[in-house]
T-cell receptor
Framework: DVKVTQSSRYLVKRTGEKVFLECVQD?????MFWYRQDPGLGLRLIYFSYDVKMKEKGDIPEGYSVSREKKERFSLILESASTNQTSMYLCASSLEGAGGTEAFFGQGTRLTVV | GENVEQHPSTLSVQEGDSAVIKCTYS??????FPWYKQELGKRPQLIID?????GEKKDQRIAVTLNKTAKHFSLHITETQPEDSAVYFC???????????FGTGTRLTIIP
C-alpha cells in the first residue's frame, strides 16, 4: 500500500519566515509533485521532480523552491513566507513510465501565514 | 505548457440520474488522462484513467471517453448515489516529462 506522508497537517507561520514542507513516499517512486489547492483554482503545480536532484518548475513556482536529495523525500521551501501563500499544500508521487501513472497524494498541509 | 479546462465548476444531480463532467487540454504531447475524486477533508484518489490509444474505458458506473482530435475527454457517472458527492478533478500528463496538470475541479452534489 503506497504511503505518501507530509510532515505537518496544520502549520501557522509569520510573514517573512522561511518555511519547510516535507514529503516522504515509501514506494520508490521516481516522480514527486507539489501542488497548492485553493477554492475555485483546483490543484496548481508548483514544482515537480522526476529524479533525485532533478526538478522542473510547474505553473506557479514564484516564491517557492524545492529540494530532492533522496529519492523518497521532496521538500517544498517558502523562502520568505507571505500571506498570499496561505493555502492547502499537497504532495504527490507516481511511478515513472508509459507517459504517466497513478499519482498518490499525501494528506495535505494547511499552511496559514499571518 | 499544458492547460486543462474543466466544466462545469458545480453540478447538482438527482440521485439515480447521470452526471457528465467535461475537460479540454491544450498540449498534443499529453497522452494519459486520469480522473481523481476528492471527498471532503480527504486526499484526491484516482477513480479511472485513460490513455491516448483508447477512446473509451468503463469501470462499473463510471466511464471516461477521449477525443484526441478535439483534445477533450469526459467523465460519465451513471445511477448516481449520495456517496458520489465530492470534488472531481481531471488531469493530463505530458508524455515526455510526466508533468501532471489538473483542471480546476467540479463539485458534484447528489440530491437524495
Amino acid at each position: 500500500d503506497v504511503k505518501v506522508t507530509q510532515s505537518s497537517r496544520y502549520l501557522v507561520k509569520r510573514t517573512g519566515e522561511k518555511v519547510f514542507l516535507e514529503c516522504v513516499q515509501d514506494m520508490d517512486h521516481e516522480n514527486m509533485f507539489w501542488y497548492r489547492q485553493d477554492p475555485g483554482l483546483g490543484l496548481r503545480l508548483i514544482y515537480f521532480s522526476y529524479d533525485v536532484k532533478m526538478k522542473e518548475k510547474g505553473d506557479i513556482p514564484e516564491g517557492y523552491s524545492v529540494s530532492r536529495e533522496k529519492k523518497e523525500r521532496f521538500s517544498l521551501i517558502l523562502e520568505s513566507a507571505s500571506t498570499n501563500q496561505t493555502s492547502m499544500y499537497l504532495c504527490a508521487s507516481s511511478l515513472e513510465g508509459a507517459g504517466g501513472t497513478e499519482a498518490f497524494f499525501g494528506q495535505g498541509t494547511r499552511l496559514t501565514v499571518v | 505548457g499544458e492547460n486543462v479546462e474543466q466544466h462545469p465548476s458545480t453540478l447538482s444531480v438527482q440521485e439515480g440520474d447521470s452526471a457528465v463532467i467535461k475537460c479540454t487540454y491544450s498540449d498534443s504531447a499529453s497522452n494519459y488522462f486520469p480522473w481523481y475524486k476528492q471527498e471532503l477533508g480527504k486526499r484526491p484518489q484516482l477513480i479511472i484513467d485513460i490513455r491516448s490509444n483508447v477512446g473509451e474505458k468503463k469501470d462499473q458506473r463510471i466511464a471516461v471517453t477521449l477525443n484526441k482530435t478535439a483534445k477533450h475527454f469526459s467523465l460519465h457517472i451513471t445511477e448516481t448515489q449520495p456517496e458520489d458527492s465530492a470534488v472531481y478533478f481531471c488531469a493530463a500528463t505530458n508524455f515526455g516529462n510526466e508533468k501532471l496538470t489538473f483542471g480546476t475541479g467540479t463539485r458534484l452534489t447528489i440530491i437524495p
